[in-house]
């Protein structure tokens, strides 16, 4: 179902007690107009975010979570996301309606995005308040596995406290320890690493502020069961929609924008939601350098380049990085095929300067080598790596 007006007034025409789920991304107080425009630029989508005080921003949130809490089963939740605008207000207009008793957790949503244009710390999160209406909420256990740095053989003995409240392993009559049958993992956390859309995801559909899917996802596996009743007032483009489709869920958006409204009823009717690669294969399979490599780039400094079959990495200094391409010579390739293969790869790129480490045993005179034989005097040989870590000042002088 989708509601076209202010979700105040569309609140007060749902029946209490009658909500599993409640997910609501309002206006964050930005104080910007939210504007962007869709892939191929035909279509501008925009809404104000505008306030003239905290103040009035805060009681328009607080007025409309009253509603929420209303319509709202017992057993229900209610998920508020914002950011670092005005994150410290709204946990208290949650706390004023709900309770501070059914405070549940502060997500974190944790995504990689890049700027240099901010003085200050890069912002890389944004966060979702969870509360209950109760204390009696439905909630599905989510399990995750266990950090590679766990000791695995510890995690299966069992454990008691001795008579000093210390936490022991348990042994039976015979002194052996006594193991645990089974353990599910550890339990879902509070930092949720989910990929921001990118402008290229099928998905994206140019409304400002648009949420992964698979973010919805996640939220709407925890506290519901197929069938429920997920309710989003401010539905936007309708993410939380197509989720709650996708999972079996039945579903009510609402929106002020009537175009909002069209593009929420163009996704419902063909859902896209884009796979993330990284949470399907886990960052380890981004990384193609071998160990050896790998050991090179660390001691020079150099931070690696994955998936790209002429350079290894860019050269780092102590305050920023160059551009300037390495290759490590490979174990199973002539010098000239390993410059060829740096060539290749910088071709459309204009590096000025090229570095190859060699990895063999002959032992050269010059630290660089500036043989007319090369294919490129642009590319400096590094023959000896002790010297080069030494001397990494000599080379930009060059």
């Given at each position: 179902?989708?509601?076209?007006?202010?979700c105040?007034?569309?609140?007060?025409?749902?029946e209490?007690?009658?909500?599993?789920?409640?997910?609501l991304?309002?206006?964050?107080?930005?104080q910007?107009?939210?504007?962007?425009?869709?892939?191929?630029?035909?279509?501008?989508?925009?809404?104000?975010?505008?306030?003239?005080?905290?103040?009035?921003?805060?009681?328009?949130?607080?007025?409309?979570?009253?509603?929420?809490?209303?319509?709202?089963?017992?057993?229900?939740?209610?998920?508020?996301?914002?950011?670092?605008?005005?994150?410290?207000?709204?946990?208290?207009?949650?706390?004023?309606?709900?309770?501070?008793?059914?405070?549940?957790?502060?997500i974190?949503?944790?995504?990689?995005?890049?700027s240099?244009?901010?003085?200050?710390?890069?912002?890389a999160?944004?966060v979702?308040?969870?509360?209950?209406?109760?204390?009696?909420?439905?909630?599905?256990?989510?399990?995750?596995?266990?950090?590679?740095t766990?000791?695995?053989?510890?995690?299966?003995?069992?454990?008691v406290?001795d008579?000093?409240?210390?936490?022991?392993?348990?042994?039976?009559a015979?002194?052996?320890?006594?193991?645990?049958?089974e353990?599910?993992?550890?339990?879902?956390?509070?930092?949720?690493?989910?990929?921001?859309?990118?402008?290229?995801?099928?998905?994206?559909?140019?409304?400002?502020?648009?949420?992964?899917?698979?973010?919805?996802?996640?939220?709407?596996?925890?506290?519901?069961?197929?069938?429920?009743?997920?309710?989003?007032?401010?539905?936007?483009?309708?993410?939380?929609?197509?989720?709650?489709?996708?999972?079996?869920?039945?579903?009510?958006?609402?929106?002020q924008?009537?175009?909002?409204?069209?593009?929420?009823?163009?996704?419902?009717?063909?859902p896209?939601?884009?796979?993330?690669?990284?949470?399907?294969?886990?960052?380890?399979?981004?990384?193609?350098?071998?160990?050896?490599?790998?050991?090179?780039?660390?001691?020079?400094?150099?931070?690696?380049?994955?998936?790209?079959?002429?350079?290894?990495?860019?050269?780092?200094?102590?305050?920023?990085?160059?551009?300037?391409?390495?290759?490590?010579?490979?174990?199973?390739?002539?010098?000239?095929?390993?410059?060829?293969?740096?060539?290749?790869?910088?071709?459309?790129n204009?590096?000025?300067?090229?570095?190859?480490?060699?990895?063999?045993?002959?032992?050269?005179?010059?630290?660089?080598d500036?043989?007319?034989?090369?294919?490129?005097?642009?590319?400096?040989?590094?023959?000896?790596?002790?010297?080069?870590?030494?001397?990494?000042?000599?080379?930009?002088?060059?």
């Open positions: 179902m989708l509601k076209h007006g202010d105040i007034t569309e609140l007060n025409k749902i209490q007690n009658s909500i599993d789920l409640i997910y991304d309002p206006p964050f107080f930005t910007k107009k939210q504007t962007l425009k869709n892939k191929d630029n035909s279509k501008e989508y925009s809404f104000e975010d505008t306030w003239d005080s905290i103040h009035i921003y805060k009681n328009y949130i607080q007025k409309r979570l009253n509603e929420c809490k209303r319509v709202l089963k017992n057993t229900g939740s209610i998920f508020l996301h914002c950011d670092r605008s005005a994150s410290h207000h709204l946990r208290i207009a949650l706390d004023e309606v709900f309770g501070d008793q059914n405070f549940r957790s502060e974190i949503w944790s995504y990689k995005r890049w240099n244009a901010k003085k200050g710390l890069l912002n999160h944004q979702i308040f969870f509360y209950t209406k109760t204390k009696d909420f439905k909630f599905n256990q989510v399990y995750t596995d266990y950090s590679p766990t000791n695995l053989d510890q995690i299966f003995q069992k454990r406290r008579k000093n409240g210390k936490t022991v392993y348990k042994t039976s015979d002194g052996n320890v006594e193991l645990i049958e353990k599910k993992g550890v339990p879902l956390s509070d930092v949720w690493e989910i990929p921001y859309l990118n402008p290229k995801a099928k998905e994206r559909v140019g409304y400002p502020t648009q949420k992964p899917i698979l973010l919805l996802e996640k939220i709407i596996k925890l506290v519901t069961n197929e069938g429920d009743t997920v309710l989003d007032p401010f539905c936007g483009s309708g993410t939380t929609l197509v989720a709650s489709k996708l999972l079996k869920r039945k579903y009510i958006g609402i929106d924008s009537e175009e909002a409204i069209k593009l929420a009823s163009q996704r419902l009717d063909n896209i939601k884009t796979e993330s690669n990284l949470l399907k294969n886990g960052k380890d399979s981004y990384i193609n350098q071998d160990l050896k490599t790998l050991a090179i780039l660390n001691r020079l400094h150099i931070i690696p380049v994955q998936r790209n079959k002429g350079i290894d990495g860019f050269l780092k200094t102590e305050k920023s990085f160059k551009p300037i391409p390495v290759r490590i010579q490979k174990e199973s390739e002539t010098l000239e095929n390993a410059i060829k293969l740096l060539l290749q790869a910088c071709q459309k204009g590096y000025q300067k090229k570095i190859l480490i060699k990895t063999n045993n002959l032992q050269m005179n010059q630290l660089f500036f043989d007319d034989k090369r294919l490129d005097k642009n590319v400096i040989v590094v023959d000896n790596i002790d010297k080069f870590c030494e001397d990494k000042e000599r080379f930009f002088a060059i």
